[in-house]
């Protein structure tokens, strides 16, 4: 598997793992530094072809984690949505994963393309999710899917200490449903 070796690559550079990229990545955007990103992209387009013959647990993994750590270009992002033909499999194991830079983009694509049970997933988002940035994905996706209970959820956010979730918040119910 290409992509396996890839990201290899990537967590060696990094000095890190999958496991503690979550705990550990901080802020900014040092990830687009890493030198070899068309190698990782030209296996993470192989991994998506091979995923839409046969669905491989393991390789959607390493998919994540490759979106996971391109989440400040997007690239994988809008190959999963522009390649992948079957999505439902891969974005459930996305949404459901440990890495919430994979689960703030399956927010972003349930807002743009639908997927069987898309509504479903954003809601678990909403709900079940800690990570402040990836309620905000998922809440202004949601008012896309379905705006009247984007306004309901939302309710619960216009007063968070989160200034940027608020806002959000905030934007979303001051629109007419």
């Given at each position: 598997m290409s992509l396996e070796i890839e990201l290899a690559k990537f967590w060696e550079w990094a000095n890190m793992t999958p496991d503690t990229y979550t705990e550990n990545r901080g802020l900014g955007e040092?990830?687009?530094e890493?030198?070899?990103?068309d190698e990782l992209y030209k296996a993470a387009n192989e991994a998506l072809e091979q995923l839409d013959r046969d669905f491989d647990h393991d390789l959607a993994q390493f998919l994540v984690y490759a979106l996971a750590i391109d989440n400040e270009s997007g690239r994988v992002l809008r190959s999963v949505e522009e390649k992948l033909e079957n999505k439902l499999r891969f974005v459930r194991k996305a949404v459901y994963s440990d890495q919430p830079q994979a689960r703030w983009q399956m927010a972003e694509l349930l807002g743009n393309t639908e997927v069987?049970?898309?509504e479903k997933m954003l809601l678990h988002?909403?709900?079940q999710e800690d990570?402040?940035?990836v309620i905000?994905?998922?809440l202004?996706?949601?008012s896309k899917v379905n705006?009247?209970?984007a306004v309901e959820l939302a309710q619960k956010y216009v007063r968070d200490a989160d200034p940027f979730l608020k806002l959000v918040a905030k934007e979303i119910t001051k629109k007419k449903v």
């Open positions: 040092w990830e687009v890493y030198p070899a990103w069987e049970g898309g988002l909403i709900n990570d402040k940035y905000r994905r998922a202004m996706s949601l705006h009247a209970k």
